[in-house]
């Protein structure tokens, strides 16, 4: 398993760049009930709404009041939890939602007791937490909650840890205990929140299992898969991802462990390798397509991130994107066009192209009851010019494959949906880097490894990045980048 590995300073557990975004719509509309939900666990305003994060309420969407205690109790999720069809693959976990597509996750069992936790599975980051019983904040009193009369196996070091989100944060204690997780058991070092910012309010998830590209400190601690490895519980250390679309009334996402579920993909796999000077779930992009008609972009990679609600481009690579849908029109940095719109939007990666649907790449209208609609593809720079991020509107069109072993990501077109081999040169980026594709066909079973062969290697060498600052817009908000800090 070739985990990468670098050298931090003692006081710091771990350091990393992750591809989680909060964005404000610049809209005046009176948002909808499907609108008010918060694309994922990040403080901004609220889609389609004039008003602040910390002003608005999304009482509508919880099935309980709010309720402060003034002493520990047990405490459950108070979410409306859209529950997925339960996994038949072995090794399997059942991928559930928020009934808008902005949040992805699983169910996790955390100690002797199996306290049930509903985490979000993050491929932008490799840090895991979940809230503790201690914490008497809103924001927890609105979870799951896990402590010490949870477990009689819980492990709670005087180490804390913060991990920041912009204008919100959560802290508390690094602990470990035994986890289940698709139909398996390990040991995970994880955070137990203590304390957490009241924009946590707002999303339905307990906790985080952070599933990058491994970044272990010198302390120890393990990610989730490091733990995963170390326990030698998998025939391969890889992870297939199917995502659900919930207008489809589909329930059928599912994360696999150790290899693949050939049901919920058609074809065959088709694998990139990694950029070996990253440590990012980052791939080189062979072009974009819409319309049929090219875009011819040289040398850009694509960020594959199931913690990321939208597609974010680089303003010039989004600019010539949205010139081929008809009627786009550009404010600020959203863009915008007919609600009707049906103009195929498609990727592609070593040679394969890969439609995006409409239904994913179409957001909400701009206002109530118009025929205009916002893109879901959004015009910022996230990382470096010629990085692009792609999130769940790309990813419920795909099966994904990250392959931890053979640093690799493979894509599959998902049960429904078409993938097309191009007739351009495969991958135009990866020439200089030595990434090329590889295939493998699915065999008649549920779950298979995938054997195809790695044509290139993670070096291992030690990556050197900083933390991107906060990016302020006039309208809209962008949070580049997450720490995950501990006093040692």
Request: some cysteine; overall charge negative; glycine content about 10%.
């Amino acid at each position: 398993m070739l985990f990468s590995r670098y050298v931090l300073p003692a006081a710091v557990l771990s350091i990393g760049v992750n591809a989680f975004y909060p964005y404000i719509r610049p809209s005046t509309a009176v948002p909808s009930l499907t609108s008010r939900l918060v694309e994922r666990f990040y403080p901004f305003h609220l889609r389609g709404s004039s008003s602040s994060g910390d002003d608005a309420t999304h009482d509508e969407l919880l099935t309980l009041p709010l309720k402060k205690r003034s002493t520990v109790n047990k405490r459950e999720n108070k979410y409306t939890i859209v529950h997925g069809n339960p996994a038949t693959g072995p090794n399997s976990a059942t991928v559930n939602e928020d009934g808008n597509d902005f949040s992805y996750f699983f169910e996790m069992d955390f100690g002797s007791n199996n306290q049930s936790m509903w985490i979000l599975f993050d491929t932008g980051g490799t840090n895991s937490w979940v809230f503790g019983t201690n914490c008497t904040v809103p924001a927890c009193e609105m979870h799951n909650t896990f402590g010490q009369n949870d477990s009689t196996t819980l492990q709670t070091s005087g180490n804390t840890f913060s991990v920041g989100y912009g204008s919100g944060t959560v802290s508390g204690l690094l602990s470990s205990d035994t986890v289940k997780l698709a139909n398996f058991s390990f040991q995970l070092t994880f955070g137990l929140v203590n304390n957490a910012s009241k924009d946590f309010v707002d999303y339905p998830m307990d906790g985080i299992l952070g599933l990058g590209r491994s970044k272990s400190s010198t302390t120890g601690t393990s990610t989730a898969m490091e733990a995963i490895d170390n326990a030698k519980l998998l025939p391969s250390n890889i992870v297939g991802i199917s995502l659900q679309r919930n207008e489809d009334g589909a329930k059928d996402g599912e994360v696999t462990f150790g290899g693949v579920d050939a049901s919920k993909f058609e074809g065959d796999i088709t694998y990139t390798s990694v950029i070996s000077t990253t440590d990012r779930w980052e791939i080189p992009l062979g072009d974009a397509v819409v319309a049929g008609t090219r875009l011819n972009v040289t040398g850009k990679s694509a960020i594959i991130d199931t913690g990321t609600s939208y597609i974010f481009l680089p303003p010039a690579d989004a600019s010539a994107l949205h010139a081929l849908i008809p009627g786009s029109a550009l404010s600020g940095q959203e863009y915008t066009f007919p609600c009707s719109t049906n103009t195929t939007v498609q990727f592609t990666f070593s040679g394969v192209t890969y439609s995006v649907s409409p239904k994913d790449y179409i957001g909400s209208t701009t206002e109530n009851g118009g025929t205009t609609c916002f893109s879901n593809i959004i015009a910022v720079q996230t990382f470096g010019p010629d990085d692009w991020l792609l999130g769940d509107v790309f990813m419920k069109n795909v099966y994904s494959v990250f392959d931890f072993d053979q640093n690799r990501i493979g894509f599959a077109a998902r049960n429904g949906t078409a993938a097309t081999i191009s007739t351009a040169s495969p991958v135009s980026a990866a020439a200089s880097s030595g990434n090329a594709g590889t295939t493998t066909s699915p065999a008649n079973t549920t779950t298979q490894t995938a054997s195809a062969t790695h044509t290139g290697a993670y070096t291992g060498a030690a990556a050197s990045f900083s933390l991107p600052s906060l990016v302020k817009l006039t309208t809209s908000v962008i949070f580049l980048g997450l720490y995950f800090l501990s006093n040692l």
